[in-house]
């Protein structure tokens, strides 16, 4: 067996196709190995119908395979042009690349197995001795693929939050199917028409306004003007975790103003905020001797954890008598943080109190901006903002590629 059948086993070249030469050039130190592929004489090609067509003439055409050992490798093929049964003139598809592509299509596997596998895009080019942005366009590509694929069709309940691009710079908005956990559409931006631009990705799955019953948001005006207007028939379930967060906030701003005059309470902030569940002993014993040294600050500790027994409550009537109940209890302490808080959960509090009917929240957006925090990672130096998108999606959307899978 000679080496070019041996090459030819290995690229899974078949009829007609052939390995002809197999040569290394390049300077010393940088060797490359270039294999060229043929074809037999008097061969002929399946056009688009299937009908075997003659070869009209061909083009000369280059691909970066694998490295063989540490050289850079490249096949090369004079890729024949047929003449169909219309008369018009085609290129024929190889089967070891797609079309338009400078890379096999191994190379292109080994490289999305690599990003797969939790390797930034710039290290993937580094280890491939290509360009980054090259690494970049296979990685869209397929993920583009993927998301013609995709079928949203089944959503119901949808997620909304925004994350940042990079620290104090732009935003993305990701919607998520809440049942499917998976990301369904990120678009640019935090503003209403992100929900204007989801609700256009989906119109075009054929998912109807209407279909969405469920839409669980911060409490953001724009979200919500954003989500009355593409979303109108939805009921709006302000997430829980935000709005526990602004409770938090709270807390902590009363912490701040007793701290400023006792100066044992310096970096005890956690002390405050943390579940009972999650304090150290020390904590739990330093917790107590502060809500009984300073009654402002026990006063609104009380309150802090007595609001939160709002998300277990049975259904809508019982949430509402304890919710009113808790916003009196807040008007008669008199405390200006909690009464600010107050008065945030009376102007949102039909959605506030959804949650006791949805139960669903964007806890499962903050797995996902975990992922996301991945995907920046994964993606350092992506230029733009469209590539961390197809990022979000590789990492968050579930999709389905048909990239052929390469073991690493």
């Known amino acids: 067996m000679n080496s070019d059948t041996l090459f030819g086993m290995a690229l899974g070249l078949t009829s007609p196709w052939q390995v002809d030469s197999i040569d290394f050039s390049g300077t010393e130190g940088r060797q490359e190995l270039h294999i060229r592929i043929s074809f037999a004489r008097g061969s002929r090609f399946a056009d688009q119908s299937g009908e075997p067509c003659p070869v009209h003439d061909t ?10 050992f540490e050289h850079t490798c490249y096949l090369h093929c004079r890729v024949p042009r047929i003449r169909t049964g219309s008369g018009q003139v085609e290129t024929v ?3 070891w ?3 338009g592509s400078g890379f096999t299509l191994l190379f292109e596997a080994l490289a999305m197995a690599l990003i797969e596998r939790e390797m930034p895009v710039n290290r993937v080019a580094e280890l491939m001795r290509v360009n980054p942005q090259r690494i970049w366009t296979v990685f869209n590509h397929w993920v583009c693929e993927g998301r013609q694929q995709d079928d949203p069709s089944g959503i119901t309940r949808l997620g909304v939050d925004e994350t940042s691009t990079r620290k104090g710079h732009n935003y993305i908005t990701v919607g998520v199917d809440l049942d499917a956990r998976r990301v369904a559409h990120a678009t640019e931006g935090k503003g209403k028409e992100t929900l204007s631009q989801i609700q256009k990705h989906l119109a075009s799955h054929e998912v109807k306004p209407s279909q969405i019953t469920d839409v669980s948001i911060d409490l953001s005006p724009a979200f919500i003007a954003g ?3 593409a979303f109108p028939d939805a009921a709006i379930t302000f997430d829980h975790f935000h709005v526990t967060q602004l409770l938090n906030k709270a ?6 103003l007793e701290r400023k005059e ?3 309470l310096k970096g005890h902030k956690y002390t405050f905020l943390k579940n009972y569940d999650n ?5 739990e014993q330093s917790l107590a001797a502060f809500i009984t040294l300073y009654p402002t600050l026990g006063t609104a500790h009380r309150l802090k954890v007595l609001f939160n027994d709002l998300w277990t409550m049975p259904d809508r009537k019982t949430a509402e008598a304890f919710l009113q109940q808790w916003c009196d209890e807040v008007d008669s302490a008199g405390i200006p943080a909690f009464q600010t808080f107050a008065n945030t959960v009376r102007a949102h509090w039909s959605g506030i109190i959804r949650f006791v009917e949805s139960h669903i929240s964007n806890g499962i957006l903050e797995g996902i901006n975990h992922k996301i925090q991945l995907a920046k990672r994964r993606a350092r130096g ?4 469209h590539n961390l998108i197809n990022m979000v999606y590789f990492l968050c959307g579930k999709l389905e590629f048909s990239y052929p899978r390469y073991s690493t």
Do not use: C, G, I, Y
């Open 382 to 385: 992506f230029r733009n903002t």
């Open 97 to 99: 690349a797609r079309p």
């Open 227 to 229: 989500s009355r207007e």
């Open 59 to 68: 083009v000369e055409r280059r691909w970066q395979h694998l490295n063989f």
């Open 251 to 256: 807390m902590d701003k009363v912490r701040k």
């Open 279 to 283: 304090l150290s002993e020390q904590q």
């Open 262 to 264: 006792h100066a044992d």
């Open 93 to 95: 598809a190889v089967p």
